[in-house]
Each structure stands twice: as C-alpha cells, then as structure tokens.
C-alpha cells in the first residue's frame, strides 16, 4: 500500500465512527438537491454574457480551487484583465485573432482563456498529450497569432514558432498570484498593489460584440483527412451553458469537481464553465487520478461549504473509481458504509457522459455510491443534446430526452439513398415533447440530426466540410445513429466504423492507419475499435508485415506516438498475412473484428 493511500485508510477508519454518530441516513439523492436548491435565480437575457462578465457580480466568492490554493472571480478578472491588456498590445482589442495555448489544468487555464475573451480573440486550448508534430498542425491550421505556454513546454513548443512571427508567451506567475484569495497570496508573500484594475465590470469588448463573435476553437477527429477545428461562438457557448444549468438545477452552491483535459467541450462547458457561470466553484486537480477523485468524493476534514458536490467524467473514468475501489475498499465494510453515506448525501449529482455508459458499470456505481449516475449525450459541435432527467427515472443504456433550447429530429432515407432522395423525418423533439411522422409503433431508428443556437456555424477554414455536416434546411448532422422508444431517446452508435471512441476521446482510424502505414516494416493495415468494459473501445492495428520482418506492440507504439495523440496510439496489434478488400479495394471492418476479436463483446 503506498503511503498516500495508508494516510486515506487511517483518515477513513477513524471517521467512520464519528460520521456514524452524526448522519441520518438520506439515500435518496434528491432529497439532497432539495436541500441545496438554489437562493439567487439565475439571469438569461437574449444577450450574450461571456463568462467575465458574470464574474465580477460574484466577486470575492471562491471560484476555483487547484494545486496552488483559492481564487476568487474578482482575482481572475482582475488578472484576466491585466493579461488581456497584453494581448490587446500585440493583436489590437477584438481583432478575433487566434490565441492558441497548452498550460496545465489550473488557474492559469482558466485566467488565460478569460483574458482571450476579454481581448475578444479566439481561444484554442491545446494538450500535452499531442506531440509536436500535431500540435504544429493546430498551430498552422489555425494561424495562431499567439502562443501561450509555460516554462516546461519551451523545449516543445519553441522550435514549432521559430522563423514565424507568431508571439510566443510564457505564461506569467504573478497572474496566478493576483487572482489567488488574499490570505493565500499573504501565504505566498505576494503583493498586488501595483496593479492598476480599473474599472472591472467595463471588462471585454464593448457595443454587441459577444452578441456575434467566436470564441472558442475545438479541434475533433472526423472520418477523412485531418482534424477539423469547431469554432465556437460566444452566443453557442453561453446558450450550451445556460441550457445545462437549467437541466441539471445547478447553484451558486455547487462545487464542482475537474479532472477532464481542457481541450473538449466536456471539460470545458460542462466542468468549468457551468460552475463559473453560476457563480458556484470548481475544484481542478492537474490530472485524474483515481486515489486524487476518491480523496474528494469522501473528503472528511471539509465543511459541506467546501466539499465538491457535482461530479461529471466520461465511463472509463468511474471504471477505473470502481477498480480502485474494489482493489482497496471492498472487504472493510465500515469504510464501504462510509464510502455509501458520503456519496449518495453529500453530492448532489453525478453525471457520465462522452461515450456509452455500459450497464455493469452504472449498477456497479450505484451499489457504490447510491448515484445512479446522469447518462447525458453530446458533442463537440453542438455541446450537450440528450439527457436522462435530474428528477425522475434515469434509464441505464439511454440518454433521455432533449435538452432545453436544443431541437433534434431523426431521419432516415427512404430508399435507395441519391441525391434527389431527401432523408424522412422519422422524430422530431425538443425539451418539451417528441413528435412521431412514421406509422411504427416500435422502436424507431434514424440518423441524429440538430438546431439551435447551441450548433456550432462553421469548421475553421473548411467551408467544404461545413456545407457537408448541415442538411439545406440548417441541421447538424451529428453522424450518430439514434434509437426513438417510448418518448427516449437511445445511441446506438457512429454511423461510421472509422470513428473510435477510446476513453472519451474521439478518434479517426483512417488518421492512425496513415500514422502507422509509415512504419518501415508495414506494408498494409487496418485499425478498429474493438469493445472493452474500461475504455469502451480499444484501439486496434491489424497488420500485415513486409516479408522477413517482424514488429511487437512496443515497438508500434514507440513508433505511433511521434505523431499521434497518446489516446490514439494502438494497444492491441494482431499481425496477419492478408487483409481481405471486396473488389472496389474496401474493406469490411465491422466483419473483421467479429472474426479476430470474437470475445470482446460489450457487457
Ligand atoms: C490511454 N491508455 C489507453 C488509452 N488511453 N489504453 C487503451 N485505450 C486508451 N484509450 C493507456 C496509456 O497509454 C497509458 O499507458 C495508460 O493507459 C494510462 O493512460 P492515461 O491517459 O494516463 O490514463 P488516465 O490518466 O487513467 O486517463 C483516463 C481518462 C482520460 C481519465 C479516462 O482518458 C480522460 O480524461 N478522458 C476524457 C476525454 C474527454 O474529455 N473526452 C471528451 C471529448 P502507459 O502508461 O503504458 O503509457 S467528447 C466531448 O467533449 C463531447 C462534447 C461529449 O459528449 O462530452
Ligand atoms: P466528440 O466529437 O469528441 O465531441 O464526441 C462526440 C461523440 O461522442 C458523439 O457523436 C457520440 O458518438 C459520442 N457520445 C457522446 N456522449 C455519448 C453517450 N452518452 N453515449 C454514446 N455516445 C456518446
């Protein structure tokens, strides 16, 4: 046992007795969102608010909290707004240039991505996770103007700027400490007297600018060529957010737990900035790690004002909680009991989200903890569509009904598919009812389509593949095929095979197989997702080796992540001598893995 989780243990056992003592047993999670609802209504107006603006009505409230201490929403500001003078300097105030930047999960994220909205720039957060060579391609695809990193990402990110005239700007720790609350930045012996704040609420661009500018730059895998960037308009992202704070009841007396990267809309909108919007709080730890989520789940020492009560992660993050658990917990009843009381009284909500939540693990996290957990569905385009109810029957394998302000409708041709064929609308919904145009009274099976305000407008520079994804009358068309049955809503999955969904992450086969295809000892391949409980897919490369050569998954690894996302690199190789193509030279994915993988079926 190493001695983190000895220390846990101790703190566990000697809890347990007083926490029996003082608990009156509540399994019923909403009896404890009755208890937190809220006392301030939240305001939305038909302008949009960016997040900033928000901030300095909640002023010295806490909102955030990371490895380094408390900040309050005056202290971002302030800083954000320091930070934004800069960038006002170099690119002129809402030029809406892109300001691209790879920093650690904590405040400096958070005051960084502020100052870009302030500045009224386009943000592009960036991961470490991405080797150099793709994140030069974010660099050039979106001609970031400016870079911003910390010291430990110079070696990196240096030489992908030299000889251009991007800046390159190290993120400064002074902004950290001006945002940080007064007793911390006295810990820390810090001073910001002079800085001159000005007027905060005067903070941003002025006139309707956020009414119509971008905000924000995702880049999302797709079927063919490169990853597409998702531009996010401030009315898109300010309509995600209000949607979810209306859906999921969420209060200035939220505490939000982080342990999502920064680069998706998961962890953007739904963990940092629902709770910030709110005027709630969020506590961010650099990393997930399971021991780091359990410490906050059960957290003993905290007052109920300071201990995380909403949870959100994607399905491989609550396996690995419910490895952990069964690895460390599960024969010590009292801490079992413990572990029960204090998760099902003291959060709020939990909610899972990204991929597919399997049934195993949704009961296993239920026998846990008393959450069953909030199965919501999404994606970077459009953020958060479909979603089981906060009060009432939450449907292992579904994910609920619209979400408020989001329309979806499911289609399907009707014959041979051509152009002249328009799709039928087989559903049409919203947060209200769903509508059904098809005499079958069974279930019903459609693409996912969407609108509203919440739908991204455009792929940067790809207008090619912008007019692609909508239908002529405006629809998203999400690629997801959809299952409609008693007034719920079902994924049954990516229309296409050549899309990957590994720990949350999206990911092209087709962009791995051109990594590996570089290979010196490969000469065909084929990658797949093969279903696994933990990561719900895995990636899989099949292939085949030039004559006399051999290659082990080390060795393709080693190789992949020079060019690929961690998260895409193939941990499963399986070496054949053929790979069978039909005679238009295409091959059946779908068949192949039922023929190689036959036992990794989906629990
Ligand atoms: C990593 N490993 C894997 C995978 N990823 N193995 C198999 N399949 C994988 N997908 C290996 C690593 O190579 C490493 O091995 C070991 O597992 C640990 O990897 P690590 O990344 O450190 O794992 P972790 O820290 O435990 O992270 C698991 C995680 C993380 C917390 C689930 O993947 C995560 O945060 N995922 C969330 C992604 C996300 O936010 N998606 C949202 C996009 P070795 O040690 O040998 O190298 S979708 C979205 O935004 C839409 C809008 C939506 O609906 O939400
Ligand atoms: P991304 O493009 O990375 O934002 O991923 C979005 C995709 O994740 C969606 O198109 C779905 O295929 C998948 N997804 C998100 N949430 C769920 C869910 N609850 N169940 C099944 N698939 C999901």
């Given amino acids: 046992m190493s001695s983190i989780i000895r220390r846990r243990f101790r703190v566990f056992i000697n809890s347990v007795t007083r926490y029996q003592k003082s608990i009156t047993f509540k399994r019923k999670q909403q009896t404890f969102a009755a208890l937190n609802s809220t006392t301030e209504t939240h305001q939305v107006t038909n302008d949009v608010v ?38 006002n300097e170099i690119l002129g105030e809402g030029t809406q240039e892109r300001v691209a930047f790879l920093l650690p999960n904590d405040a400096s994220y958070v005051i960084t991505q502020w100052a870009c909205w302030i500045s009224g720039q386009i943000a592009i957060p960036l991961n470490d996770q991405h080797p150099p060579t793709v994140l030069d391609y974010y660099i050039k695809d979106s001609d970031a103007k400016v870079f911003i990193t910390t010291q430990e990402h110079l070696p990196v990110v240096e030489p992908l700027l030299a000889k251009t005239k991007r800046h390159l700007i190290v993120f400064d720790n002074v902004l950290r400490s001006i945002a940080m609350k007064v007793d911390e930045k006295v810990a820390n012996n810090k001073d910001d007297s002079q800085h001159d704040f000005g007027n905060l609420i005067d903070a941003g661009v002025t006139g309707d600018f956020y009414n119509k500018s971008d905000a924000l730059i995702i880049y999302t895998s797709g079927t063919t060529s490169k990853p597409k960037g998702v531009v996010l308009s401030h009315k898109n992202i300010y309509t995600q957010v209000n949607s979810l704070i209306s859906a999921w009841n969420h209060t200035d007396k939220d505490i939000f737990l982080h342990t ?155 014959s041979n598919k051509s152009e002249k064929n328009e799709p039928k609308v087989l559903v049409h919904g919203n947060a209200k009812s769903s509508q059904v145009f ?25 207008p090619e593949a912008t007019k692609e994804s909508f239908t002529k009358d ?39 197989e051109t990594a590996i295809l570089g290979h010196p000892n490969i000469v065909d391949c084929i990658v797949v997702g093969v279903d696994d409980l933990t ?29 690929l996302p961690a998260y895409s690199v193939p941990t499963i190789l399986k070496v054949v001598n053929k790979i069978t193509k039909n005679n238009m030279g295409k091959v059946n994915k779908t068949q192949i893995v039922h023929l190689l993988f036959p036992k990794e079926t989906k629990s």
């Fill in 438 to 462: 098809t005499s079958s009274t069974n279930s019903i099976i459609g693409d996912l389509q969407v609108k509203g305000d919440a739908v991204f407008k455009y792929y940067w520079n790809k």
């Fill in 50 to 87: 960016p997040v900033f603006k928000h901030a300095a009505q909640y002023s010295d409230r806490t909102a955030l909290r990371d490895l380094h201490g408390d900040y309050t929403y005056r202290g971002l500001l302030l800083s954000a707004k320091q930070f934004a003078n800069e960038l």
């Fill in 474 to 512: 405006g629809w998203f068309k999400t690629g997801d095929t959809v299952m409609y049955e008693n007034g719920i809503y079902k994924i049954l999955g990516r229309s296409s095979v050549d899309i990957i969904k590994s720990g949350g992450y999206k990911i092209s086969a087709l962009e791995v």
């Fill in 260 to 414: 999502l990267p920064l680069h998706h809309v998961h962890g953007i909108i739904n963990v940092l900035l629902c709770p910030l919007y709110v005027g709630g709080r969020c506590v961010i730890l650099p990393k997930f790690s399971a021991s780091g989520v359990w410490s906050e789940l059960t957290a003993v020492n905290l007052q109920n004002t300071d201990r995380i009560n909403v949870f959100a992660a994607v399905p491989t993050t609550y396996k690995k909680l419910i490895d952990e658990y069964d690895q460390l917990f599960t024969k010590n009843n009292k801490i079992k009991e413990y572990i029960y009381n204090v998760c099902s009284t003291k959060i709020r909500l939990m909610i899972s989200g990204s991929a597919p939540l399997p049934k195993p693990i949704f009961d296993r996290w239920e026998e846990i903890t008393g959450h069953r957990l909030l199965e919501r569905y999404g994606m970077s385009e459009a953020g958060m569509m479909l979603s089981n109810p906060l009060e009432g029957e939450r449907i292992t394998g579904t994910v609920g009904t619209p979400l408020p302000g989001v329309e979806v409708r499911l289609t399907r041709f009707q």
């Fill in 535 to 563: 990561w719900g897919q895995k990636v899989a490369a099949i292939v085949v080796l030039k004559e006399g050569t051999q290659l082990i998954l080390s060795e393709l690894r080693e190789f992949a992540k020079k060019t």
